[in-house]
Structure formats: structure tokens, C-alpha cells
């Protein structure tokens, strides 16, 4: 099951607030052995964020929404993911106990829209201020505040999706080529992706830098260890074949 995250907000286009969430979730799906698939950054802008929610409850993707699920004007997920579903909008009857128990009679008539989600939804408890966030499917709906949307994230993966932690996490293994170029090693990059397809090759060539001034390449494998560490000791016996001289990320830094 591939991750995805959907992070909301006008402010983080315009550059006011910088995203913390991104880099939060990446570390947290570390921890449990799992990686981030894909990201997308939306404006509060009600028909680009439907057609998005849209495409996530299809893809069957595990996917983490960020922000908009307050009850300001400029809050626009629940209805975007209701009409996403072709669903209505319903005061979940859980989420109406939990806001009326923490404001009372100033739960009317504003707060109470917090707990106005798509008909069907499952609740997130929020274990700081207590409103909570909402599934629909495998798609997860928090609030933008990190204090608030983090620990909902990990009580949803450790809850709900125990079955896709990983004991063994991935690694990367890298090396640097000198003087290489990509045009040259298309065919064995071609030849190694289809050896080893559980495997991520990436290839970063350089120009050269103020570190390693030459021309270079640094090829990275990621995925579990035993396999990475197989295919690096191929890909460097492959690489020092075809006559590249090799060093290392930390050797070449120094």
C-alpha cells in the first residue's frame, strides 16, 4: 500500500508559514519501516482540493490530509471531501458529544460545524484539545496544527494499520562515480532495475561541485538491506569494469 499526503493551505504557497508536516511524516513512516509515496501542496482552493480528494479515495492509497477541517470561512476539506464522495455533510453524533462536553452552549452555532463531516466518516481522536479528525476509507483528515495532526498520524498508523509496519526498515546504500555520465550507463541502469525490481535506483549526476570537482554521478540503492547491500557490491564490481574510478559520499566530502 503506497503512502500519500495531501498538505492544505494558502499560507504555505504564499510562503507566510513554512510546512513542517512533510518532513514529520517522512520520519514517522521511518520509524515503522515504511516510506512517503507521493505529496501534493494545495492552496485553499474548493475545486482544485475535491479534484485531489477525488483521485486519493480512488487510488487506494493510505493517504494523510493536512489542515482545513476547522470551522472558519476558509475551511474547505469536509465539504470537499463529502462532495468528492458525492456524500452529504452530517453532525457526527460522537464528534457533537465531544465539542458540546468541552464548549457548552458556545458550542452553537460555529465549533459545532467541526463535527459536521461526510456522512459515514470514522473519527480521529485529537488527544490535545479533543476535536477530532475523520476517515473515510483509507483516507485520513487532520488538522494543520503539527502539535495536533502528529500524534493523530501515529495513533492512525498504529491502530488501524499495524499490518504495514516493518520490523526490518530500508536503507540506501550509495557510491560516487567519477567522470562518469548518465548517457553512458543508461543500458546497465537498465539492466540493474530489471534484476532487482524491488529495489529504487537513483542516479544524481554532477557537473562537479566544490567537494568533488570533477564530473561525477552518485548511484543510490534503496529498499531492504540484504537485497541493497547484494546489488551494490554487483553495481560497484559492474561500475570499476567499465574502468570508473569510485569513492565514497564521506570520502569525497573530506
Not at 500500500?1 to 514529520?24: F, P, T
Not at 480521529?124 to 495536533?148: E, K, R, T, W
Request: charged share 20%; proline share 7%.
Amino acid at each position: 500500500m503506497n503512502v500519500g499526503a495531501i498538505i492544505i493551505g494558502d499560507e504555505l504557497l504564499s510562503g507566510k508559514r513554512q510546512d513542517k508536516h512533510l518532513a514529520a511524516l517522512i520520519a514517522m513512516l521511518a520509524e515503522r519501516g515504511m516510506k512517503l509515496a507521493w505529496v501534493e501542496y494545495l492552496g485553499d482552493d474548493p475545486q482544485r482540493l475535491q479534484a485531489s480528494l477525488a483521485r486519493a479515495f480512488a487510488s487506494g492509497d493510505l493517504v494523510f490530509s493536512f489542515g482545513g477541517i476547522g470551522a472558519t470561512p476558509d475551511d474547505y476539506t469536509r465539504q470537499c471531501a463529502a462532495a468528492a464522495l458525492g456524500v452529504p455533510l452530517a453532525i457526527h453524533p460522537e464528534a457533537r458529544a465531544i465539542i458540546e462536553g468541552r464548549f457548552g452552549a458556545e458550542a452553537y452555532p460555529h465549533r459545532i460545524n467541526m463535527g459536521n463531516i461526510p456522512e459515514g466518516a470514522r473519527l480521529i481522536p485529537n488527544p490535545v484539545n479533543q476535536m477530532p479528525g475523520f476517515s473515510l476509507g483509507d483516507v485520513h483528515f487532520v488538522p494543520g496544527f503539527p502539535a495536533m495532526a502528529w500524534p493523530m498520524i501515529a495513533w492512525v498508523l498504529d491502530t488501524l494499520y499495524p499490518q504495514l509496519k516493518n520490523t526490518v526498515p530500508d536503507i540506501e546504500q550509495t557510491v560516487i562515480a567519477l567522470d562518469a555520465r548518465e548517457g553512458d550507463l543508461i543500458t546497465l541502469m537498465q539492466t540493474f532495475t530489471a534484476r532487482y525490481p524491488a529495489l529504487r535506483l537513483s542516479s544524481l549526476p554532477s557537473f562537479g561541485s566544490e567537494r568533488i570537482p570533477q564530473m561525477h554521478i552518485e548511484f543510490g540503492f534503496s529498499g531492504q538491506p540484504a537485497l541493497v547491500l547484494l546489488a551494490m557490491a554487483e553495481w560497484r564490481k559492474a561500475l570499476q569494469a567499465s574502468g570508473y574510478v569510485l569513492c565514497e559520499r564521506d570520502t569525497a566530502s573530506n
